[in-house]
Structures are given as C-alpha cells and as structure tokens.
C-alpha cells in the first residue's frame, strides 16, 4: 500500500502557484520524500526530493514540516503544460518504490 | 545519455500469444523495475532486481507473467498467455543501487483483444 497521502485532483489558474500537498505521517528519519509527475501518455518523471531541509531546483520548490510528517510541492509559476498527476512518495534506498493515486492538477487557462 | 528504452512501444496482440517487453535500463545503473499502470488499479509495481536478481516480485499478477534480467543492460517481461485483462501500460525505470532517484522509460502500450 502507499504510504502517502494526496487530495486527488486539485485546480490552480495559469500563472499562479500550485501548491500540492502531502502527509506522509510513518515516514521515518532516513526516508527521503520523492516528488514525481505523470503528463498524459508519457513515464512518470523526476522532480525533485529531500530529507529535512526544503529543496528549490528549476522545476519547483520542496517544503518539507519540521515534524516531516508532510511536505508540500510548489510550482512557482504554473503553465498549461504542468497538468498532469503529481505523485508523493518516500523511500529508502533498499524500499521497492510503491506510488498512490497522487493528486491531478489541472491547470485552468 | 539515452534513458531508459522500452520496447515495443504500442502492442495489439490477440488473447493467447505471448507478450514480450523489453528494456534497457539506463547505464550504470544496478537495479531495474517493471511497473504496470491501468486506470482502475493505477501505478503497481510488478517486480524489482537489484544487480539482475530478482528481490520482490509478489506482485507479479499470475504465473503467466515472468521476468527476466540475464544481464544489466537488458531485461524482459514476458506474458504467456495473454488475456484482455493484461492491457495496460507496461513501464520499466532504473537506478543506481546507491542512490535514491528512479528514472522510467517511456512505457510499452499493451492491448489485447
């Protein structure tokens, strides 16, 4: 079963930020949280991930709560090519890597 | 570098024939997973390797399903047979066995009427 948990689709207007949250409440202390997003009838792809401190690469920013137990997924700038589903998971470097449901967020025009 | 590459990209076979999926994983990289995504059931991993062994495949759906990494470079997934159930989309991703980001090929389209 996924370990995370994700509202399923949220709505977000073009050119504002998207923030997408994510509880992961069992995660544990050398568990890392992953980020990845699924765009219509391609392979899920990398976006970013942490551990503790919050991340920022060019794609988006990483917020993760002192207590870790969840995080949340920024894209600063949102454009219609960011539909898509966004998954949150955590792993370990030995974890076989299980994905939810994730949230789909449509960007609205 | 190349990512990872599937093939075929889009199958159509009839119920009863044999499947088979292919996949390189990207270089260097020592652990492999085959992943099968359908609208009801979402993303389900099927089976992992790490340096060509087989670590976890309960979930592999039925021994009609099999999978095989004769070397690091190259794994297969074979149906045998298929049945219209099995249509899905069939992804493959790798990573290092030291590291943490997984990288997914761009999916074989499996139909099977």
């Known amino acids: 079963d996924a370990k995370t948990t994700q509202p399923p689709s949220m709505d977000c207007a073009e050119g504002r930020a998207a923030n997408l949250p994510c509880n992961h409440s069992t995660i544990s202390g050398n568990e890392y949280v992953y980020w990845y997003r699924q765009i219509h009838s391609q392979g899920p792809q990398y976006i970013i991930h942490g551990l503790k401190n919050n991340e920022t690469n060019e794609m988006a920013s990483l917020i993760i709560t002192e207590d870790r137990k969840s995080s949340t997924l920024i894209l600063p700038h949102a454009t219609l090519r960011d539909t898509a589903v966004y998954y949150c998971i955590f792993l370990n470097r030995d974890d076989k890597i299980i994905f939810g449901k994730g949230t789909r967020l449509h960007i609205l025009p | ?113």
């Not at chain 2, 999926?21 to 993303?43: A, D, E, V």
């Not at chain 2, 980001?101 to 761009?106: L, Q, R, V």
């Open chain 2, 1 to 113: 570098d190349a990512g990872v590459i599937q093939s075929p990209r889009h199958e159509v076979t009839e119920m009863g024939q044999e499947v088979t999926l292919r996949c390189k994983p990207i270089s260097g990289h020592n652990s492999l997973f085959w992943y099968r995504q359908t609208m009801m059931r979402g993303l389900e991993l099927l089976i992992y390797f790490n340096n060509n062994v087989p670590i976890d495949d309960s979930g592999m759906p039925e021994d009609r399903f099999s999978a095989k990494m004769p070397n690091a470079s190259f794994s297969t997934l074979k149906i045998q047979p298929s049945e219209p159930r099995d249509s899905a989309v069939y992804f493959c991703a790798s990573r290092v066995s030291n590291g943490n980001t997984i990288y997914f090929g761009e999916g074989s389209w499996l139909t099977v009427v």
